[in-house]
């Protein structure tokens, strides 16, 4: 049977966004009146104190809040390290909605009788996160399948933590002046807001199917369109183990699932511009053969052309010690009004970046400082940032950190050796500019995705 796709009005309402700034908005505004106070009255605020009382705040939440908190303490310079501390402490898996909701939902997708596009359907979520839960089912062909249902009214909640959001930063700006996170304010906001549409996110799947199909180690669910709403997504159940379940495997095992890692995240980036931009533990797991399954396609980021130009010419700059080059590539991505000094910092953070690929041998991801990846550089550089005075990052490093700091937790935590350097030059192997930018225009457009090519990537 053809499913009733009639769906309730679920938008961006007043009632909804009251709703939700009376469950944070006054821990968070409580906050900033404090901070504020403490100014008034020529007091040194407290940024661990502030810090903690703000996980307080979120920590009995879910949503996009949370979501977003959790992202910021993965960023380097997006917060100070009091604050990425205690909001790295947020749990990630939400409390499940429970029977009524998810009869609701379902109803409202697929119509009274939704029940009869199913053979099976667990009532109980199998896991549950920020925006939306996911139920295991089964096709009237009895293919495994996975429901992702979007919790209600979460426009709303979206645009009310977005505005909570903003005076969590004017507090952030309060302590620390080095780095202007508007644009990441701005990068967050656009990507949250994407994250509610099931639809787009079902394009973004079968892109990364597209982009993925011919690398081997990686699996990307198959989207069932006909079982798919704005705010129900249908997906292949691929079966397979977190690696935080994973123990004793061997050396060369944890090698290949770093690898399979590393090419689920960089192919689609060096060759189409595109990148996943979560990987949070609970959007990947491992299959028995090591492949991956790579999943939750809400958050991706595509770049310009130019821009991915530039992530390989700063590598080519760290690599030969070409300080125009460098340059060019700081240039290339949106930085503006660069110093000298202020460049060299920025060189600083980009050596330990680049640091794995320099060398021709296999190696852990960081070998001076395995229990906090990259946290200690960033810290270096943002003091450094801030007594030069500061400076305004381009909104896409928030997903590119994010990438590259999540993925290296993950190479620490596997404990992989592996050679980095010709990883990484086996995927830039056949890099041209002319190709890259006909490549992802003509896969956006097969897509559907063009919107990127209208924002300008």
Not at 337 to 357: C, K, N
Request: net charge negative; proline share 4%; glycine share 8%.
């Amino acid at each position: 049977m053809a499913p009733n796709k009639t769906k309730f009005s679920e938008g961006n309402s007043l009632p909804g966004r009251l709703k939700r700034y009376a469950k944070v908005g006054g821990a968070v505004s409580g906050l900033a009146a404090r901070v504020a106070g403490q100014r008034y009255l020529g007091l040194k605020a407290d940024p661990a104190k502030g810090a903690e009382d703000l996980r307080a705040a979120l920590g009995g939440l879910k949503g996009p809040l949370m979501k977003i908190a959790q992202i910021l303490s993965t960023i380097p310079d997006a917060l100070p390290k009091e604050y990425a501390r205690e909001l790295a402490q947020l749990q990630a898996n939400a409390p499940h909605m429970g029977r009524p909701f998810v009869k609701r939902r379902m109803a409202a997708e697929l119509g009274p009788d939704w029940q009869g596009c199913f053979a099976s359907f667990d009532r109980e979520a199998a896991a549950a996160a920020s925006l939306g839960q996911v139920h295991k089912a089964k096709s009237l062909d009895g293919d495994a399948l996975a429901c992702k249902l979007q919790y209600p009214d979460m426009s709303s909640v979206v645009e009310a933590d977005l505005k909570q959001l903003k005076i969590i930063f004017s507090l952030y700006r309060r302590y620390e002046e080095a780095i202007d996170p508007s644009e990441i304010h701005a990068e967050l906001a656009a990507r949250l807001r994407e994250e509610l549409e099931y639809v787009n996110e079902a394009r973004n799947l079968k892109l990364y199917r597209h982009m993925l199909s011919d690398t081997s180690g990686v699996m990307v669910p198959e989207v069932y369109d006909d079982l798919s709403t704005e705010r129900l997504l249908t997906m292949s159940w691929e079966p397979g183990t977190s690696i935080a379940d994973l123990h004793d495997l061997s050396l060369e095992d944890r090698n290949s699932i770093a690898e399979n890692m590393f090419r689920a995240w960089y192919v689609p980036l060096y060759q189409y511009g595109v990148i996943h931009g979560d990987p949070h533990l609970g959007n990947y797991s491992v299959r028995d053969d090591l492949s991956i399954n790579l999943m939750d396609f809400g958050c991706i980021r595509v770049f310009r052309p130019e821009f991915i130009t530039g992530v390989i010419d700063l590598y080519r700059a760290v690599e030969s010690g070409d300080r125009d080059l460098a340059v060019h590539a700081y240039e290339t991505w949106g930085f503006v009004g660069l110093d000298d000094e202020v460049i060299d910092t920025l060189s600083r953070w980009a050596s330990f970046i680049y640091a794995p690929l320099l060398e021709d041998r296999p190696r852990l991801i960081e070998e001076t400082n395995a229990t906090d990846y990259g946290r200690e550089v960033a810290m270096e550089v943002h003091s450094e940032l801030r007594r030069l005075g500061g400076v305004k990052p381009p909104r896409e490093f928030v997903l590119m950190d994010r990438a590259a700091i999540g993925l290296g937790s993950v190479f620490l935590r596997l404990g992989a050796e592996v050679n980095w350097h010709r990883l990484f030059h086996d995927t830039i192997a056949s890099f041209d500019l002319k190709v890259l930018a006909k490549r992802q225009t003509k896969a956006l457009k097969a897509h559907q995705l063009v919107h990127w090519l209208e924002d300008g990537a």
